[in-house]
């Protein structure tokens, strides 16, 4: 064998001598943003989410609450039957009341929004009230309620339903309806962060009321413009 030949096989052997003690390089997995904005799987991203006390349970804060305006009383605001987390319009629902009587049981005789009374005729805070009369000669239940609020400015309006469990009309008598958070009998909750608190434009509030088997009534009034509502005038 030819001295050239033993230096080249020599040379050869070598180099893959080398080549297998120095190993394969593994890139370094990269933390950076992948070109979509998501993250790699070898990132590590941490979202802020909002947290503090979330008194209905809703998975809202009631920090946030306010912020939406919806009621951190409440997990379902505008009575819809949706979490306020998913619903896409937590402070308006459609109207469920469907009745085919047109037999009216009761009347709306008042409607008030402001300078509002108590039971012995005292003055109260502001909220939503109606003094309603049974008309007939049966006794009235299952009420329920669906009132909006507009903003007559923007035009903005809130939708919400109830349900009145334990309010009910005798034969002729009459009784006040009250829509605030005192937690008095006939007195049902009311979001401490719609429109009728934190609006100061003029208001348009249009109820429907409703008791199964009797004809829906209606009232509407108008809210004055003023400075953001506190409860009382």
Not at 88 to 103: C, G, H, R, W, Y
Not at 123 to 129: C, F, Y
Not at 134 to 156: E, P, S, W
Not at 170 to 190: M, Q, R, V, W
Request: aromatic letters at 6%; glycine letters at 8%; one cysteine or more.
């Amino acid at each position: 064998m030819s001295q050239k030949l033993i230096i080249l096989f020599i040379s050869v052997f070598l180099s893959s001598l080398l080549l297998a003690g120095c190993g394969s390089a593994t890139p370094a997995q990269s933390s950076q943003p992948a070109a979509n904005g998501q993250p790699t799987a070898a990132a590590s991203s941490s979202q802020p989410t909002a947290s503090g006390p979330d008194a209905d349970g809703d998975g809202i804060p009631d920090s946030a609450e306010k912020l939406l305006g919806t009621d951190p009383n409440n997990a379902d605001t505008d009575g819809d039957g949706q979490n306020d987390l998913v619903d896409k319009n937590p402070t308006f629902a459609d109207n469920p009341i469907t009745e085919t009587s047109t037999q009216a049981g009761f009347k709306i005789n008042s409607i008030l929004v402001e300078n509002n009374v108590d039971a012995t005729g005292g003055g109260a805070p502001d909220h939503l009230e109606l003094q309603v009369t049974n008309t007939g000669a049966t006794d009235l239940t299952n009420f329920d309620v669906y009132y909006t609020i507009t903003d007559l400015t923007t035009k903005g309006t809130q939708a919400t339903y109830r349900t009145l469990p334990g309010f009910s009309l005798k034969a002729g008598e009459t009784k006040a309806l009250h829509f605030d958070n005192t937690g008095a009998p006939d007195h049902f909750s009311i979001n401490p962060n719609s429109f009728y608190y934190t609006d100061p434009n003029q208001l348009q509030v249009d109820v429907m009321l409703h008791a199964a088997g009797f004809a829906p009534q209606t009232a509407s009034i108008k809210k004055d413009a003023s400075d953001a509502e506190t409860g009382t005038d």
